[in-house]
């Protein structure tokens, strides 16, 4: 039987997050757990008059493939990639990882291999077409989210669908308020934080790229980051699970790194030299994501968290800070998880979790709900 939340997903996939049009070539990516949302999209792209492709994915063969290529193959992926994605308008990647350890065994200096040689085609993705990231629910997302399967499909698809519209509206005057921000302070359990974000462009995120969404971003100046942050959300990255991780910076640069798992921690920020500066600053605003599940696409967006993220900067705010590293690092500031401050310009504008200035309190979560 079809769920018709599915169907209401593949609209706002198509027509909010990638505004697909007639003619337009748009590649749907997934692996077999996600195929009824696939279909879903398959038939509302024709019915929108675009041409929909489709790929599936497997995790364990894109394991092996990951552990075992050489230079040579990843070249000529690369080479591949980019000659698919110069033909397509958009793309739409729909995950649904089962084992979050799958990867954790590829070695450190593989991944490095890996990432250099496919950078050209990602960046010519992400910055030249039309596209969208969202994960689908499966038992390993809900256990870690501590729900029941069933709970937890009800819960991606009132997350995936909450009204973009009025939040785009509420977080408005957030970017306007960034863009004209020079310095910024953070304060809370173990974090005592100063950056600039001064002319570098802030940028709203309200379902256009991710689903769930809810985030204003931008970056630190280069080299302006000082002080101490300590994260209290776990994080997962190339299949590692950190907790508690402690960042020292001088002068943008980390110079001391510790976590529960150190040394696999330095091995990554020692990818390359932009892995040990800061690539996004940014605010999660969505009332409906809460608690942490060690999955990025939802924790980045809880409500009253801000990540801080070692790695790549992205070209709409950029800070030219350029890595094959982008960790999302998130930290939540509600009493709860022993809450913390944020000023811009010495101004207080969010406390313990919720904004206390009057043009951004349309962004609390009772204010969207």
């Known amino acids: 039987m079809k769920d018709p939340r599915l169907e209401k997903l593949a609209e706002v ?3 909010h997050s990638i505004k697909i049009k007639e003619n337009e070539k748009v590649m749907i990516a997934g692996d077999y757990v996600t195929k009824p949302l696939m279909k879903e999209l398959v038939q509302k792209a024709y019915e929108i008059g675009a041409i929909p492709y489709f790929e599936i994915d497997d995790q364990e063969l894109t394991r092996m493939m990951a552990t075992n290529a050489n230079p040579e193959q990843m070249i000529l992926q690369n080479k591949w990639n980019m000659e698919r994605y110069q033909d397509l308008d958009a793309i739409i990647r729909v995950v649904s990882e089962a084992n979050d350890a799958e990867f954790g065994e590829v070695p450190s200096e593989q991944w490095q291999m890996l990432s250099k040689h496919i950078k050209e085609s990602n960046d010519y993705l992400v910055q030249n077409k039309k596209w969208v990231l969202l994960n689908y629910p499966n038992p390993a997302l809900a256990q870690k989210a501590k729900m029941s399967t069933d709970r937890f499909f009800d819960y991606l698809l009132e997350v995936c669908t909450v009204d973009y519209k009025q939040m785009e509206e509420a977080q408005k005057p957030l970017k306007e308020l960034m863009d004209r921000t020079d310095k910024v302070r953070i304060t809370g359990e173990g974090t ?3 950056f600039s974000i001064k002319d570098i462009p802030s940028v709203m995120c309200f379902g256009e790229r991710n689903i769930p969404d809810g985030e204003v971003f ?4 280069k080299d302006s980051v000082n002080g101490t942050i300590t994260y209290n959300t776990p994080t997962l990255y190339r299949g590692i699970a950190f907790n508690n991780i402690s960042l020292t910076f001088e002068n943008g640069k980390i110079v001391k790194a510790t976590s529960d798992k150190t040394d696999d921690l330095n091995k990554i920020l020692d990818t390359d030299e932009g892995a040990r500066f800061i690539g996004e600053f940014a605010l999660g605003v969505n009332p409906k994501i809460k608690e942490p599940m060690l999955d990025i696409l939802f924790d980045e967006k809880i409500s009253g968290s801000f990540h801080f993220t070692p790695g790549q900067a992205y070209e709409n705010a950029d800070n030219g800070n350029r890595s094959s590293v982008h960790w999302d690092m998130v930290c939540i500031q509600r009493p709860d998880y022993g809450g913390g401050e944020i000023y811009f310009d010495d101004v207080l ?6 904004f206390v200035i009057e043009e ?3 962004l609390n979560p009772d204010a969207l709900l």
Not at 218 to 221: G, K, L, R, S, Y
Not at 349 to 354: H, N, Q, S, V
């Open 13 to 15: 996939l198509l027509t």
């Open 349 to 354: 504008i969010r406390k313990d979790g919720l």
């Open 360 to 362: 951004l309190k349309g």
């Open 218 to 221: 931008t970056a630190p100046v």
């Open 192 to 194: 005592d934080l100063t």
